[in-house]
């Protein structure tokens, strides 16, 4: 009994400690966006500042997953509803500095999301966090070819707007 209520002393503040530094990293922020923007340039969100505008799930199959997942994260076009972002095109840059250009039209007739879940936990940067664009392929499967795929950015850190 005492060895049991020991390992626990010792696990407790881990735990507190580890959550702390969650709840931390998702107040940092993860996202510059910057051009056509009304609040002006540039813009920086955190996770916390993502998950307050509404939110959307896909699920689907990815090339870059076995089977099916779980996407959680904003419309691409309520981000740029909510900044004021105007613009034809929508680069969007990676950690590594991987860059694709999204055509702005593909926000509305594709309805790809900004994710920062998969399957229900914050996507760390080993996990292509912690913001990844999904498109929703299962739905449309139109949507499953080279071009889509390549527009689909992971470890995003930020978009130009232009």
């Known amino acids: 009994m005492i060895r049991k209520i020991a390992k626990l002393l010792f696990v407790i503040p881990f735990v507190f400690i580890n959550t702390t530094v969650f709840a931390q990293d998702l107040e940092k922020q993860v996202l510059t966006v910057s051009g056509g923007t009304a609040a002006g340039d540039p813009v920086q969100l955190s996770i916390q500042d993502l998950e307050a505008l509404p939110q959307i799930e896909y699920v689907t199959a990815t090339p870059w997953h076995d089977g099916r997942v779980t996407f959680k ?75 889509h795929y390549s527009r689909s950015v992971w470890q995003v850190r930020s978009i130009v707007v232009e």
């Open 73 to 147: 994260g904003t419309l691409l076009s309520d981000l740029m509803d909510h900044l004021g972002a105007k613009g034809e095109n929508a680069e969007i840059i990676a950690l590594n500095d991987y860059r694709a250009v999204l055509p702005v039209s593909d926000f509305a007739e594709h309805a790809p999301i900004l994710a920062y879940q998969l399957n229900g936990k914050y996507m760390r940067i080993r996990d292509k966090g912690p913001l990844f664009v999904i498109y929703p392929f299962d739905d449309k499967p139109e949507l499953k070819t080279e071009v």
